[in-house]
């Protein structure tokens, strides 16, 4: 996806922290950070670092308020009604690609009523199966589905999540048939899939490492487009032979959909500096997780392709939110 960090990056972050000037272009006041999450997961946990170095590097009050509910919708709608100041933000995840294709209305309208920020965090997804399998390998996987179609199992976090997504595309291009199990939430998922009650589950490197480490689980594949620095020796599914597979799951900043886009890119410059401190790089590095990302056109780019691409999954294999 996006592989950007260097030394260079690391020096202009903090120099651009150090600015006052951007800080004065950011209208005064509290800005409020919307997570449509309950408290505690990567979401949450990145709103709140962005907050802390922003709230450092401007002297403003930034304050992360967590409003979940209908699959993020209702904490996205407050943020698509707010005013276009700068003072009302939102940090969600890969549903806003999913969401438009998986719900037949939404009380906004995500090519108007928001707009990409920027990048915040990103992680790609590990394949794993239980130890005690017999697939020692991705490619050991894919021959077992295909000398017996749906009999492979695959767990997901739930009907519409991205580890359903990953199901779905791995089937794909794998030509296999493979046989969905659904749970609610990942870490019900990765329990089943640790104990052997299903084969396989596309997993969060936060979630999967210490069971990898420990020898409990195995990691077959990684998602991202190039090898993941969490699981340097695990290949990808494309270099595997299996076409353009790519599933990333990430969490970005929108804003209301008529912010004018000179203050859209100053909030996008504080926010990429305060993820490029390596005081940050390192605290998500180690759930293998990146901080940061790429030019706001390239993200808002990147927003409109996933857009695409999931929906096509999604309408292709009749997938519905739980």
């Given at each position: 996806m ?5 030394a260079?990056?690391t020096?202009?972050?903090?120099l ?5 000037a ?5 209208p005064t ?9 309950t ?13 802390q170095k922003?709230s450092?590097?401007?002297?403003q009050?930034?304050i992360v308020?967590?409003k979940p509910?209908?699959?993020t919708?209702?904490?996205?709608a407050e943020v698509?009604?707010?005013e276009?100041?700068g003072?009302?933000?939102l940090i969600?995840?890969?549903g806003f690609?999913?969401n438009?294709?998986l719900?037949a209305?939404l009380?906004y309208?995500?090519d ?5 920020v ?6 790609p ?5 239980a ?5 020692p390998d991705?490619?050991a996987l894919?021959d077992f589905?295909k000398?017996?179609?749906g ?7 739930g ?15 794998t030509g296999t048939?493979?046989?969905h ?5 990942g870490?019900a ?5 640790l104990s052997g009650?299903?084969d396989s589950?596309?997993d969060?490197p ?5 069971q990898?480490e420990?020898?409990r ?11 993941s620095d969490?699981?340097p020796?695990v ?13 990333i ?8 959909g008529?912010t004018d886009?000179?203050l ?5 410059d504080?926010?990429q500096?305060a993820?490029?401190?390596?005081d940050?790089?390192e605290r ?5 997780v ?12 990147f ?5 695409a691409?999931?929906g096509?999954i999604i309408r292709?294999n009749?997938?519905?939110?739980d």
């Amino acid at each position: 996806m996006f592989r950007l960090h260097s030394a260079l990056g690391t020096a202009l972050a903090v120099l651009m922290l150090s600015q006052p000037a951007m800080a004065a272009e950011w209208p005064t006041g509290t800005v409020t950070i919307i997570v449509p999450y309950t408290p505690g997961n990567i979401t949450d946990i990145a709103a709140r670092i962005v907050a802390q170095k922003l709230s450092e590097s401007t002297g403003q009050s930034f304050i992360v308020e967590n409003k979940p509910g209908a699959s993020t919708q209702i904490g996205t709608a407050e943020v698509a009604r707010a005013e276009p100041d700068g003072r009302t933000l939102l940090i969600t995840g890969a549903g806003f690609a999913t969401n438009p294709a998986l719900f037949a209305e939404l009380p906004y309208d995500t090519d108007k009523d928001l707009v990409p920020v920027g990048l915040v965090v990103s992680n790609p997804l590990v394949l794993v199966t239980a130890a005690d399998k017999p697939y020692p390998d991705f490619a050991a996987l894919v021959d077992f589905a295909k000398a017996n179609p749906g009999q492979l199992t695959m767990a997901s976090g739930g009907n519409g999540t991205l580890s359903h997504m990953a199901e779905a595309l791995t089937a794909l291009v794998t030509g296999t048939e493979l046989i969905h199990v659904p749970y609610k939430g990942g870490s019900a998922a990765a329990t089943d899939t640790l104990s052997g009650h299903v084969d396989s589950m596309w997993d969060n490197p936060s979630s999967a490492m210490p069971q990898i480490e420990a020898g409990r689980i195995r990691p077959l594949a990684v998602s991202s487009a190039h090898r993941s620095d969490a699981f340097p020796d695990v290949p990808t599914v494309g270099e595997l032979g299996h076409g353009n597979f790519e599933v990333i799951n990430w969490f970005a900043m929108f804003a209301p959909g008529e912010t004018d886009p000179e203050l859209l890119d100053t909030i996008h410059d504080q926010v990429q500096a305060a993820l490029e401190l390596p005081d940050v790089q390192e605290r998500f590095a180690k759930d293998g997780v990146t901080a940061g990302g790429p030019s706001r056109s390239d993200f808002t780019a990147f927003v409109a392709a996933e857009t695409a691409k999931w929906g096509e999954i999604i309408r292709a294999n009749g997938i519905h939110a739980d």
